[in-house]
């Protein structure tokens, strides 16, 4: 991840000469906006800097800077309106002079330890709780009638002594047959034994179906999958800290979700670290190695979508003037992070949600197929359920992606957290940051409208202007251009009733519209069907 060394003209060496910055921001990986005022990335105080200066925006590995002020925003001395940024470029903004750092060292550690993929069991939902389904292997009839057996491991032997699962029968042979589990389904391929399927001897891998008895020797047994709710529960999770009951245990479910594939959906309000969250995600799981690739859906023109995410080749529009990568390529092998996916229009929900069918993705112009392996990852602040209800966002899209839904708290819910968070943020501007009681006293009774963002900028401003010993005078709380979302979001509790009922509006009309076929309604959501029979019992429609 990128920087910016921020220097203030006038004060202290020149941003070329060997010593400290002011204090040093790093670059979203989508878009950073810079100006005056506390709904920004960075706030920089001073008259000469426009409420919403200039952004600097991410794409393919290059970030542009574009002016965005009447003051002006130069770029190596020159004024600038769009131009694209170089490791060591010096960017001015009003009297602030910003050194850019494209290549930081630092910014490559992961945030998060990678985990092995969990490939044994299935996310259902990742509500208030975490909704879990367990393969276990019920022997029906033979010597060991009755017996049950966990299965843990994407591949397990079932057999005599030396096998994974050993069963009590004297006619079987070490790893009889093997039973492979991946992603709530269930598949038996032959072992060193005869095992036979409805009569059919297993020759071959191929699905057994819930009820399906296998035959090994003088056993039979048969694989269910049984559901569970965990809390899980974690101290912190990538750069996010917090001490509060509830911050524990999201932080507990993003680390659980993170060794799984299924897509992840990012709820809560502006300012609330969604793009921290998906960061940490991907360096938790077993992607951690593979490409982060992030995309802003609000910040690309509606005409451009498509190429943006799947690639176009040379010559398919005006001004594609070679062959290039969409997002998905680019992120093969690893995460795609959508970030602000409710701005996505119709036309790309439905591309969108064929890939997530499918696995496929064409370039605009083209007729070869690719299929990247990504693990998507989205965040929105707006209500998509209600969305999806009303028509404006795809219902089976939304389902698809809001299986595994976490919910990231406004930082007015979680008072309790903001001294560990003012700490650590004190600590990413400045070491020597510190503060009186009256300033942490002041920062815990204010109500935050920007959540964490505006925390940041608030800090920030106050040791631009008063230095490292941050006191009740030295903060200002900046009024925001846009008022607070209407919905606050709660980090780990029950998702606000108006949310509730649009989901549940959704699945009652897709199964109205299937005829109560709980498979049909789910195939038409684009949703495992133990999710949907999950959300039935969630909202009573079962």
């Not at 002006?72 to 009297?95: A, H, I, Y």
């Not at 940051?433 to 942490?440: E, G, H, I, T």
Request: charged share 30%.
């Amino acid at each position: 991840m990128a920087r910016l060394l921020f220097f203030r003209d006038g004060r202290g060496p020149a941003p070329d000469a060997l010593a400290a910055p002011l204090f040093v921001v790093r670059l979203r990986q989508t878009r950073t906006r810079i100006g005056r005022v506390d709904d920004c990335d960075v706030v920089l105080p001073d008259d000469a800097v426009s409420r919403s200066h200039c952004l600097v925006d991410q794409q393919d590995g290059e970030y542009m800077v574009v002016d965005r002020s009447s003051n002006g925003t130069f770029l190596n001395g020159e004024r600038v309106q769009r131009s694209r940024l170089q490791d060591g470029d010096k960017l001015r903004v009003g009297p602030f002079t910003a050194v850019c750092d494209l290549k930081d060292p630092s910014s490559a550690r992961p945030t998060e330890e990678a985990q092995s993929e969990q490939r044994d069991e299935e996310l259902v939902a990742a509500d208030a709780d975490l909704a879990v389904q367990e393969a276990i292997l019920v022997v029906t009839r033979g010597p060991a009638e009755g017996e049950t057996v966990r299965l843990r491991g994407g591949r397990i032997g079932v057999g005599a002594t030396g096998s994974k699962v050993t069963l009590k029968d004297p006619s079987l042979v070490r790893e009889h047959v093997r039973v492979r589990l991946l992603h709530g389904r269930t598949l038996i391929e032959p072992g060193l034994g005869a095992a036979f399927v409805g009569g059919v001897r297993v020759r071959d891998v191929f699905p057994l179906y819930p009820g399906e008895e296998v035959r090994i020797g003088s056993t039979e047994f048969v694989v269910r999958w049984d559901q569970r709710v965990e809390q899980p529960q974690a101290e912190r999770f990538g750069e996010m800290v917090g001490n509060t009951e509830s911050m524990r245990r999201v932080f507990g479910i993003l680390r659980r979700i993170s060794a799984h594939h299924a897509p992840v959906l990012l709820l809560g309000e502006s300012g609330t670290g969604k793009e921290l969250a998906a960061r940490a995600v991907h360096d938790a799981s077993p992607r951690a190695g593979r490409p982060f690739v992030a995309v802003n859906c609000g910040a690309i023109a509606q005409s451009l979508f498509e190429a943006e995410l799947f690639g176009h080749e040379k010559g398919a529009f005006t001004g594609a003037s070679e062959r290039r990568d969409g997002a998905f390529h680019r992120a093969d092998g690893g995460t795609l992070f959508l970030d602000e996916i409710g701005e996505l229009p119709e036309d790309a929900q439905a591309k969108l949600l064929r890939v997530l069918e499918s696995g496929e993705v064409r370039r605009v112009g083209g007729a070869d197929v690719a299929f990247p392996d990504v693990r998507v990852v989205a965040a929105t602040n707006r209500d998509l359920g209600t969305d999806a209800q009303r028509g404006r966002f795809r219902s089976d899209l939304y389902f698809r992606l809001a299986v595994l839904a976490v919910r990231l708290p406004a930082l007015h819910e979680r008072r309790e957290d903001i001294p560990v968070i003012a700490r650590a943020v004190a600590r990413r501007i400045h070491p020597d940051m510190y503060f009186d009681d009256n300033a942490l006293e002041a920062l815990m009774a204010h109500d935050w409208p920007g959540n964490a963002r505006e925390l940041r900028n608030v800090l920030t401003r106050a040791f631009v202007l008063s230095g490292p010993h941050v006191q009740l005078d030295s903060l200002m709380f900046n009024p925001l251009d846009t008022p607070a979302p209407r919905a606050r979001m709660l980090l780990g509790e029950r998702p606000l009733p108006a949310l509730e009922q649009a989901e549940r509006s959704v699945l009652e009309e897709a199964l109205n519209r299937t005829g109560q076929n709980r498979s049909a309604a789910a195939k038409e959501l684009g949703i495992p069907r133990s999710s949907l029979i999950y959300k039935l019992k969630r909202f009573g429609l079962s």
